[in-house]
């Protein structure tokens, strides 16, 4: 958002021309929003300008990298440093979908065997009444 002094903002009309196609759809989008035509159009400006900033400083940022670049031993030093806090991970055997509940998850982690077909306790199928 675009910051004013102490004093209140002054306001200048400008008269655009758009699209008629682009035109459309702003004006169902503000009735559907409740908003103005001059809200809109200052919202759009002030993230135009929010953008342009943005993209001026990744700009600056790369170019101080391209002069001045990271050393490869800092590079690993920070990674080690902002990974040391990342709990140890090993590999284990895939879950499948119907295995992913927590307590499955938990008692295979810690160990325990799964369970085949054979292991799964058998339903019965439901009995229909003959009439």
Request: overall charge positive.
């Given at each position: 958002m675009i910051r004013y002094g102490a004093a209140a903002p002054q306001f200048t009309k400008i008269a655009v021309t758009v699209p008629t196609e682009t035109y459309?759809?702003?004006e169902r989008l503000r009735r559907r929003l409740g908003k103005s035509r001059s809200a809109v159009v200052a919202l759009a400006l002030e993230e135009w300008i929010r953008g342009a900033d943005l993209a001026e400083a990744d700009r600056r940022y790369v170019e101080g990298?391209?002069?001045?670049p990271e050393a490869v031993?800092?590079?690993?030093?920070?990674?080690a440093q902002a990974t040391s806090s990342w709990a140890s991970w090993a590999p284990g055997e895939p879950l499948r979908a119907e295995d992913s509940s927590p307590s499955k998850s938990a008692s295979r982690a810690a160990g325990a065997p799964r369970a085949g077909r054979a292991?799964?306790?058998?339903?019965?199928a439901p009995k229909r009444s003959r009439r």
């Open positions: 459309a759809v702003v990298y391209l002069r001045t031993d800092e590079i690993g030093a920070v990674a292991g799964r306790a058998k339903r019965a």
